[in-house]
C-alpha cells in the first residue's frame, strides 16, 4: 500500500531546513505541492533550495523578535500557515564539569527557547485559522542520557513538556502538536556528535537511518489523517538488524 498527499494551496513553515531532516522534509512537502517557507542559519545551504523553488530565510531561531518578524512576514504574504516543522537543534559533547555557561546556554537558547518563540507566534495565527499542525523534535536521549549529553538531553526532555502544556492550549482551536522522537538518524547534529566508536557500534545493531526516513511520518503527522493526534510524543523505533 502507498500513501500519497496533496499540500497544494497550503503553506509550510520548516525551521532547520538546511540539512538533515528538515531538508528532507521541506522538499517532501514542495514535491507534495504546498508552499515551503525554508527557514535556517546556513545561507548556503538556502541557496541550494531557493534554486529548489522554495522561498528561504536566514533566521538563528534562538532570536526571538527574529523569528517573530520572519513568521509575520511569511503570514503577511502567503495569508495562511498550516504546517510548521521545528527541526533546528544543535548538540556538542562536553562532560558536565567541563561544560562552559555559554555552551549550556547556547543549547537551550536554540534547541528549547527557539522552539518556544517558534509557538508564541505561530499560535494567533492557527487559533484564527482554527487549524494547522505543530511539529518539535524530542530525542531519546530525553530519557536515557548519554556521557557528555547533558545540555542536549536536558533540551529534548524539555520539548516534551512544552508540547504536551500547548497541545492542551491549542485543542479547543482544532490545532495539533505532537513531538517526535525520530530515532538514530544520519541527521549533521547525530553524525558531527557522535564518536566514530559510537556510530560504529550502531550501525552493528540497529544501523542508522536516512532523513528520507523519517519524512513519511512528519508528511502523516501535517496531514488531515491525523486529525485526531495532538500531544504526543511519536518514536520511531529500528528493529535490531540480524547478524
Known amino acids: 500500500m502507498k500513501a500519497s498527499y496533496d499540500f497544494k494551496g497550503h503553506t509550510v513553515i520548516v525551521a532547520g531546513a538546511a540539512s538533515g531532516i528538515g531538508r528532507a522534509t521541506a522538499l517532501a512537502c514542495r514535491d507534495a505541492g504546498a508552499t515551503v517557507e525554508a527557514l535556517d542559519?546556513?545561507?548556503?545551504?538556502?541557496?541550494?533550495?531557493?534554486?529548489?523553488?522554495?522561498?528561504?530565510?536566514?533566521?538563528?531561531?534562538?532570536?526571538?523578535?527574529?523569528?517573530?518578524?520572519?513568521?509575520?512576514?511569511?503570514?503577511?504574504?502567503?495569508?495562511r500557515l498550516?504546517?510548521?516543522?521545528?527541526t533546528s537543534a544543535i548538540q556538542t559533547r562536553t562532560l558536565i564539569d567541563a561544560l562552559s555557561d555559554a555552551e549550556w546556554q547556547r543549547h537551550l537558547d536554540v534547541n528549547l527557547s527557539g522552539i518556544f518563540y517558534f509557538l508564541r507566534a505561530v499560535f494567533p495565527v492557527m487559533k484564527q485559522q482554527q487549524s494547522g499542525s505543530i511539529?518539535?523534535?524530542?530525542?531519546?536521549?530525553?530519557?536515557?542520557?548519554?556521557?557528555?549529553?547533558?545540555?542536549?538531553?536536558?533540551?529534548?526532555?524539555?520539548?516534551?513538556?512544552?508540547?504536551?502544556?500547548?497541545?492542551?492550549?491549542?485543542?479547543?482551536?482544532?490545532?495539533?502538536?505532537?513531538a517526535v522522537s525520530p530515532g538514530l538518524v544520519a541527521t549533521p547534529v547525530f553524525l558531527n556528535s557522535a564518536s566514530p566508536e559510537e556510530l560504529a557500534m550502531y550501525e552493528r545493531s540497529l544501523g542508522i537511518s536516512s532523513p528520507e526516513e523519517v519524512v513519511p511520518t512528519l508528511m502523516h503527522l501535517l496531514s488531515d489523517a491525523a486529525l485526531t493526534i495532538s500531544g504526543n510524543v511519536i518514536e520511531r523505533r529500528l528493529v535490531p538488524r540480524s547478524h
Open 41 to 79: 542559519i546556513d545561507e548556503k545551504a538556502l541557496a541550494q533550495l531557493r534554486a529548489e523553488g522554495m522561498s528561504t530565510h536566514i533566521l538563528d531561531i534562538a532570536d526571538s523578535n527574529a523569528v517573530r518578524i520572519t513568521v509575520n512576514s511569511i503570514v503577511a504574504r502567503t495569508g
Open 82 to 86: 498550516d504546517g510548521v516543522v521545528l
Open 135 to 178: 511539529i518539535a523534535f524530542t530525542s531519546g536521549l530525553a530519557s536515557n542520557g548519554w556521557p557528555g549529553a547533558s545540555a542536549y538531553s536536558a533540551t529534548k526532555a524539555g520539548i516534551v513538556g512544552l508540547v504536551k502544556s500547548a497541545a492542551h492550549e491549542l485543542r479547543e482551536h482544532g490545532v495539533r502538536i505532537n
